[in-house]
């Protein structure tokens, strides 16, 4: 697969992190999308294992969906600002604390918009509460699940696939 073919590939999986954000965009199924077209044009073992993995771990990020709370996040006063921070946190913890660093950087990243918008610790530790609990959660364990993904399909990219 050629440097472009790859950038492409790339570009909808950042797409597909952006579209968790954003409700009713299908952001996991573009990123599943993604690896789906990556392993149907550069057919090696490694890439139909990446794609396997890929889809067993967006079956369990569904499972564990619906087991959270629905989303209520737009009841809540989450906005689009709180979720491009959130995304942001979470993208850039990803690769500063591998792996495990999107968690704390996607809470931070809530609790860092809702300082800068209320004031106030107390109130923006309340809306944090408020915003993981009306559905957070839920977003956090998908975009979670796609940062691994893309994670696993740049990883076999750069070294090795």
Same mark, same amino acid.
Not at 38 to 45: G, I, S, V
Not at 47 to 52: G, N, R, T, Y
Not at 75 to 103: C, D, H, K, N, Q
């Given at each position: 697969?050629?440097?472009?073919?790859?950038?492409?590939?790339?570009?909808?999986?950042?797409?597909?992190?952006?579209?968790?954000?954003?409700?009713?965009?299908?952001?996991?199924?573009?990123?599943?999308?993604?690896?789906?077209?990556?392993?149907?044009?550069?057919?090696?073992?490694?890439?139909?294992?990446?794609?396997?993995?890929?889809?067993?771990?967006?079956?369990?990020?569904?499972?564990?969906?619906?087991? =959270?709370?629905?989303? /209520?996040?737009?009841?809540?006063? &989450?906005? +689009? $600002?709180? %979720?491009?921070?959130? @995304?942001?946190?979470?993208?850039?913890?990803?690769?500063?604390?591998?792996?495990?660093?999107?968690?704390?950087?996607?809470?931070?990243?809530?609790?860092?918009?809702?300082? =800068?918008?209320?004031? /106030?610790?107390?109130?923006?530790? &309340?809306? +944090? $509460?408020? %915003?993981?609990?009306? @559905?957070?959660?839920?977003?956090?364990?998908?975009?979670?699940?796609?940062?691994?993904?893309?994670?696993?399909?740049?990883?076999?990219?750069?070294?090795?696939?």
């Amino acid at each position: 697969m050629g440097v472009w073919d790859l950038l492409l590939v790339g570009l909808v999986m950042l797409f597909g992190l952006v579209g968790v954000l954003l409700p009713g965009v299908p952001g996991s199924w573009l990123v599943w999308a993604a690896v789906l077209w990556w392993a149907l044009k550069d057919p090696q073992p490694v890439a139909w294992i990446v794609l396997m993995g890929a889809t067993v771990a967006l079956f369990l990020s569904q499972v564990v969906r619906w087991a =959270l709370p629905p989303r /209520r996040l737009r009841e809540s006063g &989450a906005t +689009l $600002r709180m %979720a491009g921070y959130a @995304g942001a946190g979470a993208f850039l913890g990803f690769f500063l604390i591998p792996v495990l660093g999107a968690i704390p950087g996607f809470i931070g990243g809530i609790y860092l918009s809702e300082r =800068l918008r209320l004031g /106030r610790h107390g109130a923006a530790k &309340a809306s +944090l $509460r408020t %915003a993981m609990h009306s @559905g957070g959660s839920s977003v956090l364990a998908e975009l979670f699940t796609c940062l691994l993904i893309m994670g696993a399909w740049l990883g076999t990219v750069l070294w090795g696939g």
